[in-house]
Structures are given as C-alpha cells and as structure tokens.
C-alpha cells in the first residue's frame, strides 16, 4: 500500500490567512523533503529534514520520525504560493528511494 | 549553484516507438534519478544510478532502458512507447543518499 498519505488533496486560501499541510507515513521514514511545483513545471526545493523543525521566511516544516508525520505549514499566504506541494520521503537505510505522496494543489486567491 | 537540464521539454511519438529523454546537471553530484509523474499522483522512481556506469531499478522499470554514460548525463529509454504511460518525466540529482534532491524542470511525453 501507499507509504506517504498526504493531505488535503486541494486548498484555498485567502492572500494574508495560512495553513498546513500534513504527510502520513506507514512506516518510519529516514528524512522528509518539501518541494513546491511551479506553474512552470520546475520542482523547487523548500526543506530537506532528518528531525526537528525549519523555517524559512513564512514556511515552516516538521518532521516526526517516531510519530510517522510531517507537516507544512503557510502563514501570510501570497498569490505567487499558488502551486503544488509534495512531500517526499526515504526510508531508514534507503533514502536513495524517496516516496512521493500524491501533492497539494494550493490556489491563493486575491 | 548548479542546474538540472532535461531535453526536450516536449516529447511527442508514436504508438511502439523508441524514445529517449536526456538529463545533464552540472552540480558534479554522484547520484542521478528519473522519476513518473502521472496527473493526480505521486512521483515514481524510474531508475536511479549512485555512479557513471551504474544502474539500480525502482519501482516502475519495466518499459524503460537507462544509461549512466558519464557522471553529468543520464538518460531514459521508453523502449516501446505506450499511450498510458503520457506523464511528466522528471530527472533528479543529489551528491548523496542523504542530501537534498534537486530536480530538472521535465518532460513531457505525449503518445499518439
């Protein structure tokens, strides 16, 4: 079965508001990485995390390895955030092998 | 920094046809990927190489020939090209197993 269960599928956001995005995991995964995919087909990097947290200007990502989640959260949300957001992860031993859950289509509005 | 170059952005073929798509970085990672992504789901891994002339299959393998002919270049074969497998191929690279993936803009194969 799938091993990356992310969620929602779709969002809408009001420019200023914020959400999360969340990654399941079946099973303990070795790291988590965050990518946005832009209206130009590029995969842009957002995080790459072993453990912990990170923040880089609104966004902020965590990652629980024992509790088997990662979340994504948007605060300030702008139209240019407009995209979708994938979490991928390697399991413990095999992060040559990233699984990709199935993205988030996010539209900010005006 | 460095960048992933896929070739050609735009890939149309026909029915049974071979067809192949290239990726170049220039980041001198070791490790090179190529990965599916069908509309609504997840990426999935191709074939992924950790050297020039290595090849380690994943999950989708099957219909596809790749070729590590140097440490900057990957490349995939769809050995006979069919009209479900239309996707978004997308190449990757990283210097190591656990590095962040950097990843090529795409291409887009259609089959008639």
């Known amino acids: 079965g799938d091993q990356v269960e992310q969620s929602p599928s779709a969002l809408s956001l009001h420019e200023g508001t914020g959400s999360a995005l969340r990654c399941n995991f079946t099973?303990?995964?070795?790291?988590v990485q965050w990518f946005r995919k832009n209206s130009r087909g590029s995969l842009i990097n957002l995080f790459y995390?072993?453990?912990g947290t990170k923040e880089n200007g609104r966004l902020k990502s965590a990652f629980d390895s024992k509790e088997r989640y990662s979340t994504l959260h948007i605060r300030d949300a702008q139209l240019e955030d407009s995209g979708t957001y994938f979490c991928a992860a390697g399991l413990s031993g095999s992060f040559n092998k990233l699984t990709f859950g199935a993205g988030t289509r996010l539209a900010v509005c005006p | 920094g460095g960048i992933i170059t896929q070739t050609p952005k735009f890939l149309i073929g026909q029915e049974g046809q071979k067809l192949t798509l290239k990726c170049q970085q220039n980041f001198n990672h070791d490790t090179m990927y190529w990965y599916r992504q069908d509309s609504g789901k997840g990426l999935r891994l191709i074939y992924y190489?950790?050297?020039?002339?290595?090849?380690q299959k994943g999950d989708l393998s099957e219909g596809y020939d790749a070729s590590r002919e140097k440490k900057s270049s990957f490349s995939l074969t769809v050995t006979s090209a069919q009209k479900n497998e239309m996707a978004v191929f997308l190449c990757?690279?990283?210097?190591?197993?656990?590095?962040?993936?950097?990843f090529g803009s795409g291409t887009r194969l259609t089959v008639l």
């Open positions: 190489s950790i050297t020039e002339n290595d090849l």
């Open positions: 099973t303990t995964m070795r790291a």
């Open positions: 995390l072993a453990s």
């Open positions: 990757a690279s990283t210097r190591d197993s656990a590095e962040t993936l950097y």
